[in-house]
């Protein structure tokens, strides 16, 4: 028996709960048949909190559609990484934190890469237990190590990875929950072992997403559970910036980050006080 996730982890069993839900929709913008296995019992009732609170009976929608945002994030990520696996100069994926994400099993991936999942020692054998003899698609490797401990990357570069190459690096579900400290620190370490022309991509919500009153009801959800949002920006581009990448910031429902799924107006840059959230794609200069 694996050891019991913290309040943070369990946001996995979150994400693999709505790619179950989605992946059960007629319309479904992609099909993982191991996110209900990796929900288990604890993600459909994460999930229904998080319903809850977004659809209100008796009351119209106030808060983003979380099954809406996830299905376009998951897809717009799965197209990230295809494609950077279509050059031929990609040899390396590097998915930190790996969480229940399953591309590695329900995607096809050249012969060349590389696939590290990096997340928590308790993540990756929970996750170990719950796929069972699935097999990857790829050459895949699995690095324990917490982001956040003093020498990740030689954990990494022991599991194979190249920092004289260039790698792709995924940040899904992450930068929500670490300080604007940590943020940085993870950013300038990716950096210093990425080497120039390396992809990066990441989601990440805007400050004002933190304090908007119409958004209490989310951030209690995930305050209740132990793992409250704590850093958000409105400037995305200058953050990743600041560490050498050049990037660009899409909101969900913006062209290529759509795909006649997101419900709700898209907000111009320019317009203050509102929630957003940001799906962050580039390159290391």
Not at 85 to 114: C, E, F, H, K, N
Not at 185 to 203: F, K, M, Q, T, V
Request: aromatic share 10%; proline share 9%.
């Amino acid at each position: 028996m694996t050891a019991p996730l913290d309040a943070v982890e369990r946001t996995a069993l979150l994400t693999a709960a709505l790619r179950a839900a989605e992946s059960r929709n007629p319309d479904r913008l992609y099909d993982d048949p191991y996110a209900a296995a990796l929900a288990g019992d604890i993600g459909p009732e994460l999930l229904a909190e998080v319903r809850a609170a977004t659809f209100p009976p008796g009351r119209p929608r106030s808060l983003p559609s979380t099954p809406d945002y996830n299905a376009i994030r998951t897809r717009f990520f799965d197209d990230f990484l295809q494609d950077a696996a279509a050059d031929p100069q990609t040899t390396q994926i590097v998915l930190a934190p790996a969480g229940m994400d399953s591309r590695a099993y329900r995607l096809d991936w050249p012969r060349r890469v590389r696939w590290f999942e990096v997340d928590r020692p308790a993540v990756l054998a929970y996750k170990q237990e719950r796929l069972g003899t699935a097999t990857p698609r790829t050459d895949h490797r699995k690095v324990a190590v917490d982001l956040t401990s003093p020498d990740w990357e030689a954990d990494l570069e022991a599991a194979g990875y190249d920092r004289a190459v260039p790698s792709t690096w995924l940040l899904e579900g992450l930068l929500y929950y670490i300080p604007e400290p940590d943020t940085h620190r993870i950013l300038e370490r990716i950096a210093a072992i990425s080497a120039p022309g390396s992809r990066i991509a990441a989601d990440i919500v805007n400050a004002a997403a933190l304090t908007l009153p119409h958004m209490r009801g989310l951030l209690d959800v995930f305050e209740g559970w132990g793992c409250p949002w704590l850093f958000g920006t409105d400037e995305p581009e200058a953050l990743f910036d600041r560490h050498g990448f050049t990037v660009r910031a899409a909101q969900p429902g913006e062209e290529g980050a759509d795909y006649g799924r997101w419900p709700d107006p898209v907000p111009p840059r320019s317009a203050r006080d509102v929630r957003r959230v940001f799906f962050v794609h580039g390159r290391r200069r």
